[in-house]
């Protein structure tokens, strides 16, 4: 189960539900047939299938450059704005980087993956040679030791799990399901912060995220939730 | 293993020098096992008590604590011709052949003991007495035989002859090893070979035997050749449908590298899927031509078994059958030749407007571009461990694997331990404590750093650590994800533990 615990339905509903409509109030051409990730529209979402993380808050783009492991490295160890490796924001939270004002959005997916491209272009914003920022909250109903984080990125990508750096992959790349994975982790009762930072070089650009049990199957039996005032 | 000495060099300096530069290059142990492993027709390898046993003609016998080292067994009881093992239940039945008379008249002879090891309380050989005979008339040899039960109904089998007239097999009492009837007639199911055997798989019988002729040391033409079967008892027609009857049989294994003439195949079955075969080779070429044992991957393909061989030591890039990419230090690679920028397209080269060193983006940079120099790129690897990753091979250093044999470390049936660097370098894969793969800086000896690698029956790899530190169970390499190895237990359906070595 996903949830989305501190967003107003009601005036999400008035928003019309969808990045869409963002994308109709920057002056951009609707288009109902991209895979444009939507607002929530419901506090609640079932969790995929297979496992994958669809409800996150994501920071609309910051510039950046260089997808080998250095550049990449050095990209998301620049500080852009305060606490950025530990805040949990709230869908509308906005931040200054380089004197530009970002917010951040709720967003769910239909499908396994998250894609940036339409995010940021029915922003209005820039997709290429740019840094993503997203952050989900895993609640976990006990202690869960033994698994893995395993993610996809275009391009590369770097991911951290309650604070601490589990996975980076570099290069300009698709993805791919199960790309990187982490070594073994324990999520513990009840909220666990999983973040991420994916710098795309140009083209299309997404990601997908989701948890394998020690036998290596998705991980189920967690809920994800973005925006509740605990997690802060 | 035998050292080769090799002149690297002849230079001719001033008055007549001679300088000449010797370089002891260790032969690859891709056959033929290590210790002591003079045998002849040796029986199918049984394992009693940890340890492994097989017993050749004239009562000799072969002990391994790990199938990879042997050394001199104790005689049974009886001695005999191409003795053949089998167990079931608590007891060992071990058939040997005779020619009381002189070839053909012959017998197959059993004793049974309730343990291999010589100092179980158990050992101890009874004679079970004649189970099957030819007359000196009839046309069969009766020496040489080989056990099956069949998996599908519990039923003992034995196959027997040699090169005079039929192969030919009879049932025997799982409980007693003996003849269920001695009356019952036996069975012609092949003809002019030796040292035949049954197996069976997927719902066929398959009929092993040796062609050609033995004990000329490397002047023999002895090669195992294979036919297969609905039923136990025949027809077994080779791929060209020919009987077995008629003297057909697909080869399965003949001579080749430093090893001549492949006989007596033994099936050892090892579990989740990996098998290997025993035999014997009439003559090792790096042993004087002595006739020796070995042991091998069997394979399978459409249907049919196919001899592996084992690993052989050089540079490879280690590939996952499952995600396709390939095994490397996580460090950040150099592109073979430079980083270059990618650029704005321009003429292919040779099309129009190419030539004179243009052509845009594919034009390349010219000349022939060296492999990578290892000494060059990893002075910016960090000096201590290093993680593994997986990556899309690119021809860079991070990416090539030297697998070599580690002399003194053990093994397993058919191949010694191995250890697994970079190649040009010491940075070695290893179980790291958390369980995890990890470089080390150097290799030193441990056993979470020697790796066995055992040929599937598709012919991938499976690549399993002699020691995982966290390890409860066996664990082998697993490609989890596509840039992410990992330990894991081992899946024989899955493909995530199937790993290809190819030419870097």
């Known amino acids: 189960m996903i949830m989305l615990r501190n967003i107003h339905i009601p005036a999400v509903a008035v928003l019309a539900g969808s990045i869409v409509a963002m994308a109709a109030a920057a002056g951009c051409a609707s288009r109902s047939s991209v895979p444009s990730p939507t607002r929530p529209a419901s506090a609640e979402t079932a969790l995929h299938a297979a496992g994958f993380i669809q409800r996150w808050l994501i920071l609309e783009p910051i510039g950046a450059n260089g997808l080998t492991d250095s550049a990449v490295q050095a990209a998301v160890k620049k500080d852009y704005f305060s606490n950025q490796l530990t805040v949990v924001p709230h869908d509308g939270d906005k931040v200054t980087v380089g004197g530009a004002e970002l917010t951040w959005h709720a967003v769910d997916t239909n499908e396994y993956n998250v894609n940036l491209y339409y995010f940021a272009y029915d922003l209005g914003k820039p997709t290429s040679n740019v840094l993503f920022w997203a952050v989900t909250v895993v609640d976990c109903p006990r202690e869960m030791s033994g698994v893995r984080l395993a993610i996809g990125s275009n391009a590369a990508s770097v991911w951290w799990v309650n604070g601490k750096e589990v996975i980076g992959i570099y290069g300009d790349r698709q993805t791919v399901i199960d790309d990187g994975v982490s070594k073994r982790l324990t999520l513990k009762k009840g909220p666990n912060i999983v973040r991420c930072a994916i710098i795309n070089a140009g083209g299309a650009t997404d990601f997908c995220a989701r948890f394998l049990d020690a036998e290596d199957k998705p991980l189920k039996g967690f809920t994800v939730s973005v925006g509740d005032d605990e997690y802060r | ?504």
């Open chain 2, 1 to 504: 293993m035998n050292p080769i000495l090799h002149a690297k060099s002849l230079q001719l300096a001033g008055p007549i020098i001679l300088m000449v530069e010797f370089v002891a290059i260790w032969a690859s142990p891709a056959s033929a096992l290590d210790g002591q492993v003079q045998i002849h027709d040796p029986s199918t390898i049984m394992q009693c008590n940890g340890k492994f046993y097989t017993y050749g003609t004239g009562g000799s016998s072969l002990v391994s604590d790990d199938g990879w080292t042997w050394r001199r067994g104790t005689r049974p009881s009886r001695g005999g011709m191409a003795p053949d093992v089998i167990h079931i239940g608590d007891r060992y039945f071990q058939y040997m052949g005779s020619n009381p008379g002189g070839q053909p008249h012959g017998a197959i002879n059993m004793i049974w003991s309730k343990s291999l090891d010589p100092n179980s309380p158990d050992y101890k050989w009874e004679d079970g007495g004649v189970v099957a005979s030819s007359d000196g008339v009839e046309f069969c040899n009766a020496i040489d035989p080989g056990a099956l039960l069949d998996p599908t109904d519990g039923k003992l089998w034995l196959v027997y002859g040699s090169y005079f007239g039929y192969i030919r097999l009879v049932q025997l009492d799982p409980k007693t090893g003996k003849r269920i009837d001695p009356n019952d007639k036996p069975v012609d199911i092949a003809i002019n070979c030796e040292a035949a055997i049954l197996i069976y798989r997927d719902g066929w019988y398959y009929l092993l035997a040796t062609h050609g002729s033995c004990c000329r040391g490397a002047d023999s033409g002895y090669n195992i050749r294979v036919g297969r079967a609905r039923k136990v008892t025949g027809p077994f027609l080779d791929h060209t449908g020919t009987d077995m009857l008629e003297g057909g049989g697909k080869l399965f294994l003949g001579s080749g590298g430093r090893v001549v003439g492949a006989g007596h195949f033994g099936l050892i079955d090892e579990g989740d899927g990996v098998q290997k075969f025993s035999l014997h080779w009439e003559a090792d070429l790096d042993r004087g031509g002595a006739s020796v044992l070995d042991i091998r991957p069997l394979l399978w393909r459409d249907g049919w078994p196919v001899a592996g061989e084992n690993f052989k030591e050089g540079t490879y890039a280690i590939e996952s059958v499952r995600t396709g990419t390939a095994l490397e230090l996580a460090v950040e690679g150099v592109p073979v030749g430079g980083r270059r920028s990618r650029g704005a397209r321009g003429s292919a080269p040779g099309g129009p407007g190419a030539g004179g060193g243009r052509g845009g983006m594919f034009a390349g940079q010219g000349g022939v571009i060296p492999p990578q120099d290892v000494a060059q790129v990893s002075t910016n690897w960090p000096a201590g461990n290093i993680d593994s990753r997986m990556a899309n091979y690119m021809c860079q250093a991070q990416q090539k694997w030297t697998v070599t044999p580690v002399a003194n470390a053990g093994g397993y049936p058919g191949s010694p331990y191995f250890k697994i660097t970079i190649a040009g370098t010491d940075r070695t894969l290893a179980v790291g404590e958390d369980g995890e793969l990890v470089a080390l800086p150097a290799f030193t000896g441990g056993h979470e750093q020697l790796w066995r690698l055992d040929q599937l029956a598709d012919g991938a790899w499976r690549i399993m650590p002699k020691f995982a530190s966290t390890a409860r169970e066996s664990l082998v390499l697993s490609a989890v994800g596509s840039s992410f190895a990992t330990l894991a237990k081992f899946d024989p359906a899955g493909d995530r533990q199937r790993w290809l070595f190819k030419t870097p």
